[in-house]
């Protein structure tokens, strides 16, 4: 079975701060990885995700992840942070075998920014 | 339409009620999940349905019982459901391995 660890639990940044939160599994086989972002009271949306090819991937609100396939790792980076980017961030896992339904989550990162 | 949509938004239910939960997409995905998520804690799965049928049941207690009526709907049957059980209880629906997720029904278990 997948496993998925983020390293930070909760992240204080102060606007204007670069982020980097780290993200590393565990698994033998090929995978899709994601980072979803939860704002408060709202519900789980994507912010980007990885199946192949540049493993320097770009998503929404200028994040963008690196996955580097031998450390297992997969860090969400944003050079400026801002005050709006204050949520909570998880890391998800799916493996390719098995339909693509099985999705293991991080405990996820909440992030504080600070005006 | 990239929504999937969730009733009620609040429920607060006793533990001798039967209450329902929905979930609705009209993207034509092929699989729709329910997870349920407690403060402070990530998603955890509990049912995924593909093409209508039943695939994984993560040893959920059976006073949770899923429904798939048709490839867009998919309900959450609750019986005799503990205070424990109280929590945010999520849809989401694939075509392939990204999911979209709904906005949650919060259960209130008194």
């Known amino acids: 079975a997948q496993s998925v660890s983020q390293h930070n639990h909760h992240v204080i940044l102060s606007e204007a701060a670069s982020l980097e939160l780290g993200c590393n599994y565990s698994y033998g086989g090929t995978v899709n990885l994601f980072w979803y972002v939860q704002y408060p009271g709202q519900h789980l949306q994507l912010l980007l995700k990885?199946?192949?090819?540049?493993?320097l991937v770009k998503g929404i609100k200028g994040f963008e992840a690196e996955f580097i396939k031998s450390k297992f790792s997969f860090n969400l980076r944003k050079p400026s942070v801002q005050w709006s980017d204050t949520a909570e961030y998880f890391c998800?896992?799916?493996?390719?075998?098995?339909?693509?339904?099985?999705?293991?989550f991080g405990i996820g990162t909440k992030l504080q920014v600070i005006p | 339409d990239t929504e999937v949509t969730q009733t009620p938004k609040h429920l607060v239910m006793g533990m001798t009620n039967k209450k329902s939960l929905k979930c609705e997409q009209h993207m034509g995905h092929r699989a729709m999940y329910w997870y349920k998520q407690k403060a402070k804690k990530p998603p955890e799965l509990m049912f995924v349905?593909?093409?209508?049928?039943?695939?994984i049941n993560e040893s959920v207690p059976s006073r949770f019982s899923p429904e798939c009526p048709n490839s867009s709907l998919l309900n959450l049957h609750l019986h005799a459901l503990q205070p424990e059980d109280s929590a945010l209880y999520l849809c989401?629906?694939?075509?392939?391995?990204?999911?979209?997720f709904g906005p949650g029904t919060r259960l209130t278990v008194t």
């Open positions: 990885y199946f192949s090819g540049d493993p």
């Open positions: 349905y593909s093409y209508e049928k039943l695939s």
């Open positions: 989401a629906s694939s075509q392939d391995s990204e999911q979209y």
């Open positions: 998800a896992v799916i493996p390719i075998a098995g339909g693509y339904q099985k999705v293991t």
